[in-house]
């Protein structure tokens, strides 16, 4: 059974930074895309970044130059560093991971609140 197991949310104030992780376990199969989303309270799941099983990254415009992406693929775990975070960052991020025939699978999430 697949599992995407989140950490390192939680409460910052504005200008600092959190890292988190999500590790991947259960599957016997590749892993292709990983990525990060958010759902701040009363909208829509959004984009945060990816990263492909080659390395290739993909930010939103709203996070560029704040947030990195990376993956350890002898750990299965994609990692989001947030630095400067701002009040606006505040939501829940989501861990999103594809597998080689399985399809895509969704993390518990993990809330992170930007205090100002």
């Known amino acids: 059974q697949v599992q995407l197991v989140e950490s390192g949310g939680g409460l910052v104030q504005s200008g600092g930074s959190l890292r988190l992780s999500c590790a991947a376990s259960?599957?016997?199969?590749?892993?292709?895309?990983m990525g990060w989303y958010r759902q701040a309270s009363g909208n829509q799941r959004e984009l945060v970044a990816t990263?492909?099983?080659?390395?290739?990254?993909n930010y939103a415009d709203s996070v560029k130059g704040r947030f990195a992406i990376s993956r350890d693929n002898a750990k299965n775990t994609v990692y989001l560093q947030m630095n400067y975070l701002k009040p606006e960052d505040t939501a829940a991020y989501y861990c999103?991971?594809?597998?080689?025939?399985?399809?895509?699978?969704w993390g518990q999430g993990t809330q992170v609140v930007v205090s100002s």
């Open positions: 999103n991971v594809r597998f080689a025939h399985l399809g895509t699978y």
């Open positions: 259960g599957s016997i199969f590749p892993i292709y895309d």
């Open positions: 990263i492909t099983s080659g390395g290739s990254t």
